[in-house]
């Protein structure tokens, strides 16, 4: 199965993608988290990647094209995997349709939905545990914005495909996880 995960900021997407990467056997490709190793390895990917993930801003498709696309010809994506984080631009959605091709494009895309101001709740409370350098209430608004603004477009494209599953993301952990399977008929 390919499945692509979206959602704002706070929406609970990463937590949601690795309980569902495990049951259906498929690798969880992170693009928010491949960043995050590299600034944490200090590799020249994760020193551009920061000036922008520090900023609320999208990394250049430039630089995140290229990631997606040697990440995805790994062998343990052969069979499938829960993209998460990506696509976040149209011009992403291309690229992708690109490195996928006809024969491998993706199954199913799930939206989670969430309140705005729950998901700065969350992200606020994210920093506190967490310490992400994001997580700051002014760059937790930034993403938002640029959320809606340039990803938020992205589900009339994939719902025009046939391909679009909203899911509410609030609620206890298990309860949405519970949802998403539901919609997949897993
Ligand atoms: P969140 O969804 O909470 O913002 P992520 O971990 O998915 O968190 O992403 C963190 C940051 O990594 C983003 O704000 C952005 O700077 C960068 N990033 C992740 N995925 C992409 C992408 N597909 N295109 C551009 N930048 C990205």
Avoid: C, W
């Avoid at 990506?86 to 993706?106: F, H, K, W």
């Avoid at 700065?120 to 994001?134: H, K, P, S, T, Y």
């Avoid at 994939?158 to 609030?170: N, P």
């Amino acid at each position: 199965m390919r499945i692509l995960l979206m959602g704002p900021p706070g929406a609970g997407k990463g937590t949601q993608a690795v309980v569902l990467a495990d049951r259906l056997g498929v690798p969880h490709i992170s693009t928010g988290d491949i960043f995050r190793a590299n600034v944490a390895g200090g590799t020249p990917l994760g020193v551009e990647a920061k000036r922008y993930m520090d900023a609320g801003e999208y990394v250049p498709d430039s630089v995140t094209n290229d990631m997606v696309r040697d990440r995805l010809t790994h062998d343990d994506a052969k069979n499938g995997f829960l993209l998460d984080g990506y696509p976040r631009t149209l011009a992403q959605v291309s690229e992708l349709d690109s490195m996928l091709g006809q024969d491998a494009a993706l199954d199913r895309v799930v939206e989670l939905t969430a309140d705005t101001e729950e998901v700065v709740a969350r992200l606020l409370n994210r920093a506190l545990d967490q310490g992400r350098a994001d997580d700051t209430e002014d760059v937790i608004r930034r993403r938002l914005e640029v959320y809606a603004e340039q990803t938020a477009p992205l589900t009339a494209v994939y719902a025009d495909r046939g391909l679009l599953t909203q899911v509410d993301g609030m609620g206890a952990v298990d309860e949405v996880t519970g949802r998403i399977l539901a919609e997949l008929g897993v």
